[in-house]
């Protein structure tokens, strides 16, 4: 039950008796590089599909590259938002047995978490560029000219990114002590 009185609670219908309510100022300055590269693809991709849906239906002659060129902008939205999720560290886990576990057996494997979160990354970012040199400038798109290494050079930046911001995450856990699988609530009020 909530100790607080109604006189302590926001006011939003005014003595005229109309709702008045007023917007927290928003504040972009914790927003990572990486967020903005993914709102550019974004807008880019929405420009795209816009030109389709324009050609197709307004037109009724539909720009072949199109579908193409959306496929690999969605490709590059993803690879370059997945960061986003691994800088604030709220990608799927489960805590569930953190929980019934001794602390430092918790905190062991949360650093061993954290350890792997890296090392699958740096791997994922070997892997693909291994593939990108594998491929060499042969391979090319179906509908544009262009070399699927373009594609190929997002998702190795975006796995770089990855992993660069996973080495962050486990040192800010090893910093405080503890990680959000340890914790889980406490991750929700430092983001």
């Known amino acids: 039950m909530s100790t607080q009185s109604i006189d302590d609670m926001p006011h939003v219908m005014g003595d005229d008796g109309e709702f008045h309510a007023q917007d927290e100022a928003v504040d972009l300055s914790g927003t990572i590089a990486e967020a903005w590269v993914a709102l550019g693809f974004f807008w880019v991709l929405g420009g795209v599909v816009f030109y389709q849906f324009f050609t197709r239906y307004v037109l009724n002659n539909s720009a072949a590259w199109t ?21 604030r560290n709220n990608h799927i886990q489960v805590d569930f047995f953190y929980r019934y576990m001794p602390a430092r057996m918790g905190r062991v494997m949360a650093t061993v978490v954290d350890v792997l979160r890296i090392g699958f990354f740096a791997m994922a970012s070997v892997l693909t560029l ?15 000219d262009l070399p699927m290494n373009w594609v190929y050079g997002i998702c190795l930046a975006g796995f770089i990114a990855m992993t660069f911001r996973s080495a962050l995450v486990a040192r800010r856990h090893w910093q405080r002590g503890y990680s959000v699988l340890e914790r889980p609530m406490t991750e929700i009020t430092d983001n």
Do not use: D, H, P
Request: proline residues 0%; charged residues 15%.
């Open 130 to 144: 291994m593939m990108m040199q594998k491929l060499g400038n042969n391979s090319r798109m179906t509908m544009v």
């Open 67 to 87: 579908e193409e060129i959306a496929r690999y902008l969605l490709i590059a939205v993803v690879f370059t938002g997945a960061t986003i999720g691994v800088a």
